[in-house]
C-alpha cells in the first residue's frame, strides 16, 4: 500500500514564522508547488505576515540562499535596529533581511524553513551533479542549524512528471501540499525539542 508521509495529526501553526526561498527555473510548476506550500500554511494557521518569500534564480543556489534567509533572520531577532523589509534575495529588490524592524510580526527567526525548486533531466550531467549537491547542501544547513529545512526539490525527467507532481495534470497531488504540512510538524516538534 503507498502511504503518504504527512502526519494525520493536525498540527497548530499559530505563531510560527516559516522562510521559502524557490528557486525561478521552470517558473510554472514553481508557482503552483509555491502556491500549494502556502495554502497548507495557511491552513494550518501560519499568519500570512509570518510566511517569508525570497526568490534565487536556480536551485543550486538554493543551500546558500536558505543558510542565509536564517542567519538573517537570527542577527535581526537579537539586534534592536529598525527599517527595511524583507525582499527578494538575489533580484531587483534585493534587501538586507538584517534590517527588518523587530516590531513587525514578520520578523524574527525562523521555526522552519522550505527550499522550493525543480531539477529537469536534461542531455548531460548537470541534473545529477546539481541534485545531489542541493539535496547534500540542504541538509547541512539543516544539521549546521538545526532549523528543519523541508526539501522541496522536484527531481524528475520531463516536464510531464514535474506537472504531476505540482498538481497541474488533471487529478494529480500537488507535492507543495506536503512541504507545508512538513515545515508545520517539523516546526512544532523542534518547539518541544528544544
Ligand atoms: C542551468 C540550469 C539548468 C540547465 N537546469 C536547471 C533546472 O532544471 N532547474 C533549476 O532549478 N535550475 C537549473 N539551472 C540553473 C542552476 O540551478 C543555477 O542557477 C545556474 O547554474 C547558476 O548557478
Given at each position: 500500500?503507498?502511504?503518504?508521509?504527512?502526519?494525520?495529526?493536525?498540527?497548530?501553526?499559530?505563531?510560527?514564522?516559516?522562510?521559502?526561498?524557490?528557486?525561478?527555473?521552470?517558473?510554472?510548476?514553481?508557482?503552483?508547488?509555491?502556491?500549494?506550500?502556502?495554502?497548507k500554511?495557511?491552513?494550518?494557521?501560519?499568519?500570512?505576515?509570518?510566511?517569508?518569500?525570497?526568490?534565487?534564480?536556480?536551485?543550486?543556489?538554493?543551500?546558500i540562499?536558505?543558510?542565509?534567509?536564517?542567519?538573517?533572520?537570527?542577527?535581526?531577532?537579537?539586534?534592536?535596529?529598525?527599517?527595511?523589509?524583507?525582499?527578494?534575495?538575489?533580484?531587483?529588490?534585493?534587501?538586507?533581511?538584517?534590517?527588518?524592524?523587530t516590531?513587525?510580526?514578520?520578523?524574527?527567526?525562523?521555526?522552519a524553513?522550505?527550499a522550493?525548486?525543480?531539477?529537469?533531466?536534461?542531455?548531460?550531467?548537470?541534473?545529477?551533479?546539481?541534485?545531489?549537491?542541493?539535496?547534500?547542501?540542504?541538509?547541512?544547513?539543516?544539521?549546521?542549524?538545526?532549523?528543519?529545512?523541508?526539501?522541496?526539490?522536484l527531481?524528475?525527467?520531463?516536464?510531464?512528471?514535474?506537472?504531476?507532481?505540482?498538481?497541474?495534470?488533471?487529478?494529480?497531488?500537488?507535492?507543495?501540499?506536503?512541504?507545508?504540512?512538513a515545515?508545520?510538524?517539523?516546526?512544532?516538534?523542534?518547539?518541544?525539542?528544544?
Amino acid at each position: 500500500m503507498h502511504t503518504k508521509g504527512p502526519s494525520p495529526v493536525h498540527h497548530d501553526g499559530t505563531g510560527l514564522r516559516i522562510g521559502i526561498v524557490h528557486a525561478r527555473w521552470n517558473d510554472t510548476i514553481i508557482d503552483a508547488l509555491l502556491e500549494g506550500t502556502k495554502s497548507k500554511l495557511l491552513e494550518c494557521g501560519v499568519p500570512e505576515s509570518n510566511i517569508i518569500v525570497q526568490s534565487v534564480p536556480g536551485s543550486w543556489e538554493l543551500p546558500i540562499a536558505v543558510q542565509r534567509l536564517y542567519s538573517g533572520s537570527q542577527v535581526q531577532s537579537s539586534s534592536s535596529s529598525s527599517g527595511g523589509t524583507a525582499g527578494d534575495l538575489l533580484g531587483s529588490s534585493t534587501t538586507d533581511l538584517a534590517s527588518i524592524p523587530t516590531s513587525s510580526p514578520s520578523t524574527g527567526a525562523f521555526d522552519a524553513l522550505i527550499a522550493i525548486g525543480v531539477l529537469i533531466k536534461g542531455e548531460t550531467m548537470h541534473f545529477e551533479y546539481i541534485s545531489d549537491s542541493v539535496s547534500q547542501g540542504l541538509m547541512r544547513v539543516s544539521l549546521d542549524t538545526g532549523v528543519p529545512v523541508i526539501f522541496g526539490v522536484l527531481t524528475v525527467l520531463n516536464d510531464e512528471q514535474a506537472k504531476a507532481r505540482a498538481g497541474i495534470t488533471a487529478g494529480s497531488h500537488n507535492h507543495g501540499h506536503d512541504w507545508g504540512l512538513a515545515a508545520v510538524e517539523m516546526a512544532v516538534k523542534r518547539k518541544s525539542w528544544a
